[in-house]
């Protein structure tokens, strides 16, 4: 056994229990750990299904507007072709408890209109809004997402740092603690015993020879 390895001194008992208490702490802290990473998911979880649900009304309201657009304009893909694509999207990163998590944003400027009114219809221009809407979501339901698959990597990390620490350092360091500390208190009763029977050996000696 692990223990059974440890020559039982002073120096290793005292090396073992700080190996231990390293041990507790790392553990206390994988666990803080853990619970504040579920939280954190756990909360972003519940926001990207809000932002499911309406970004899927807002593309279905979009592909609506388009679909009654090409009806009664013809095909509109030209048109689309006068709107400029979207490259004002800018990723930056916030750190949960060492956990790096991005952070997707877009200018939120108004719609500008940049196809001539003249060629489209109410419902093009609407399909328009609810299309750049939807961009807008998008964005933000891929940061949530991007961010919840993140921590749940790092949450399955942690987990099995803990569970090594609870499971294999812990004990072990537990174990030669205990070891060591019951084969110095052994070594000190005997180390007892021999000094009372040199003591009473000596006193004899000492009587036999005052006889």
């Keep these: 056994m692990a223990q059974q390895q440890v020559f039982p001194t002073k120096g290793n008992l005292m090396a073992s229990k700080r190996s231990l208490a390293q041990a507790q702490l790392g553990y206390e802290l994988m666990d803080r ?21 309406r970004i899927d009304n807002v593309f279905e309201e979009a592909y609506k507007s388009l679909e009654i657009a090409n009806i009664m304009l013809g095909v509109v893909t030209p048109l689309t072709k006068q709107i400029p694509e979207e490259n004002s999207v ?16 877009l200018d ?8 001539s009114p003249m060629l489209t219809n109410s419902q ?6 609810c299309f750049n809407k939807a961009k807008q979501m998008a964005a933000t ?14 949450i399955k990390k942690t987990q099995k740092r803990a569970n090594a620490l609870k499971n294999i350092l812990i004990p072990r360091y537990t174990s030669q603690v205990k070891f060591i500390t019951n084969a110095l208190e052994e070594k000190e009763r005997e180390e007892f015993s021999r000094q009372k029977i040199i003591k009473v050996t000596k006193e004899k000696k000492e009587f036999s020879e005052n006889q």
């Design 33 to 53: 750990k853990r619970n504040i990473l579920i939280r954190e998911m756990v909360a972003l979880s519940d926001k990207a299904k809000e932002i499911r649900g």
């Design 90 to 105: 800018k990723v930056t990163y916030r750190s949960v408890m060492g956990v790096e998590l991005p952070n997707v944003t």
């Design 108 to 115: 939120e400027n108004p719609p500008v209109m940049t196809y």
């Design 124 to 129: 093009f221009d609407r399909a328009y809004i």
């Design 141 to 154: 339901l891929a940061e949530i997402e991007n961010s919840i698959y993140r921590l749940s990597v790092a």
